[in-house]
């Protein structure tokens, strides 16, 4: 069983929808946790931390919940530029544990 | 300022061949990784180097894979015969210390294709 599960997708919504990717982790030591987003044929590129208290970015918001190990991303008011693979990471001591990525279109 | 580099940004190669794959990090960052990423996965770790000491190779797949990072700064990661499922990204990337919390920067990657 992989450390870190996500749903692949791919997930087509309109411009201007809300979307949600979730992701559960397997180490319940696990001491720090990020969406990373990735671009087709481009490196990982860190999109945002994620904490217990829940943390916002603009348009982009992520929620952890340590008592049932998941992870959440919600993007409000999708834009074209949205479209891109979304990579929940978890990291347990130095190395990154990704998921295999949520694919994300957003269509005009 | 300057990011992570890696070069080649591709290499093709033939089955049983070496091939050494070279990565730059950000400046002043003391701690490097290595991962490798197959079509339709995330990235898979490697290698850590903190400083000049691989400080877990846990990652590397089997005794063809090594890495060096002799000076605290480039490193280069060695591939010895060549295996078809070797073709990969291997991607680099780096942190301010290592530490859990850091964010890791990465490079564009080498797009490794072994015929």
């Known amino acids: 069983r992989k450390e870190v599960e996500q749903d692949p997708g791919p997930f087509n919504v309109p411009e201007g929808a809300t979307v949600a990717f979730n992701c559960t982790y397997s180490?319940?030591?696990?001491?720090?946790f990020f969406w990373y987003r990735q671009d087709c044929r481009k490196e990982p590129k860190l999109l945002m931390s994620?904490?217990?208290s829940g943390n916002e970015d603009g348009r982009f918001t992520a929620q952890l919940n340590r008592a049932s190990q998941y992870i959440s991303l919600l993007i409000r008011d999708s834009k074209l530029s949205d479209s891109a693979t979304y990579l929940c990471?978890?990291?347990?001591?130095?190395?990154?544990?990704f998921g295999k990525g949520t694919s994300l279109l957003v269509t005009p | 300022g300057a990011g992570v580099s890696q070069t080649p940004s591709n290499k093709v190669t033939e089955k049983g061949k070496y091939v050494e794959l070279r990565c730059d990090p950000i400046?002043?960052?003391?701690?490097l990784y290595w991962y490798r990423q197959s079509l339709g996965q995330g990235p898979e770790f490697l290698i850590y180097?903190?400083?000049?000491?691989?400080?877990?190779d846990s990652g590397l797949p089997n005794d063809r894979f090594f890495a060096v990072r002799p000076e605290g700064s480039v490193s280069t990661l060695k591939i010895q015969r060549t295996e078809r499922g070797d073709s990969a990204v291997y991607l680099c990337?780096?942190?301010?210390?290592?530490?859990?919390?850091?964010?890791?920067?990465f490079g564009p990657g080498t797009r490794l294709t072994v015929l």
């Open positions: 990471v978890v990291n347990s001591g130095y190395a990154l544990n």
């Open positions: 990337a780096s942190s301010l210390s290592g530490g859990v919390a850091d964010t890791q920067y």
């Open positions: 994620v904490y217990s």
């Open positions: 180097f903190q400083g000049t000491g691989a400080a877990d």
């Open positions: 400046s002043g960052h003391t701690a």
């Open positions: 180490n319940s030591a696990s001491q720090s």
